[in-house]
């Protein structure tokens, strides 16, 4: 599957900032240029996300002594010159939002000096999570007490169709899903079904699993 991939092409402009000279005590500014910012879906099971979703980012620097500076996405940044390593995350990865897809990567080196400048090739910033979204057929009528409960490791997630639970992605770990319901004569209704335990199924970060009651079969698919 193709992982999501946020595209971010990055230059770094350093440049000085005018012919006179500064006054005393001001220091001069390099600055960080980013541009040509695409997001793309999430490598979507069954059915699509949202065409140009865009998700808020920052830029951290971290200079030698280990102090970070977090700025807001923007075309250029002014930061002073200096010797940084170069993070681009989303908010929802910063502030660990439960329900969220999480983008995340961390660059090489970079230096800023002044009037001159250096060109940072593209960074492609991955989603790092993986999400599982239950869907209920739109035309499937008549049930009611629909519960949907998806598990991953240790953790355990209900949800209601149309939502996503998301879990940071662990290598050997499969996904179990069940669902309970009651059909138009109160009868109750339960299936359950996994996914990873067969050789041909692996969790990928970057991708949001559908999960699906079928009628027909009364079982849950994923794909």
């Known amino acids: 599957m193709k ?6 092409a990055t230059t770094l402009l350093l440049a000085s900032c005018g012919q006179e000279e500064l006054p005393l005590g001001e220091q001069a500014l390099g600055y960080l240029s ?10 979507v099971q069954l059915i699509s996300t949202r065409a140009g979703e ?3 980012l920052i830029v951290a620097l971290t200079d030698e002594s ?20 170069l993070e681009v995350y989303n908010k929802d990865y910063k502030e ?3 329900a969220a897809h999480y983008y ?3 660059a090489k080196s970079v230096i800023i000096k002044e009037k001159e400048t250096e060109t940072v090739e593209a960074i492609q910033v991955p989603m790092i999570n993986f999400g599982v979204t239950f869907s209920w057929p739109e035309d499937l009528k008549g049930f009611t007490e629909i519960m949907f409960n998806v598990e991953y490791g240790s953790t355990s997630k209900e949800i209601q169709t149309g939502e996503t639970a998301y879990f940071d992605i662990s290598d050997g770990k499969i ?12 009868d109750p209704v339960f299936t359950k079904g996994s996914y990873g335990d067969e050789e041909n199924e692996t969790l990928k970060a970057g991708t949001i699993y559908i999960v699906s009651y079928k ?9």
């Open 3 to 8: 992982h999501t991939l946020l595209y971010i």
């Open 34 to 43: 980013l541009s040509a910012v695409e997001v793309e879906a999430s490598d």
């Open 54 to 56: 865009t998700d808020d």
């Open 66 to 85: 280990e102090k970070m500076t977090e700025y807001d996405y923007a075309e250029t940044i002014s930061c002073p010159p200096g010797t940084y390593t």
């Open 96 to 98: 660990e939002t439960e």
């Open 104 to 106: 995340y990567k961390h």
């Open 175 to 186: 996904i179990s899903y069940s669902l309970s319901a009651k059909n138009e004569d109160m």
């Open 215 to 223: 009628l027909e079969t009364q079982t849950l698919e994923i794909k």
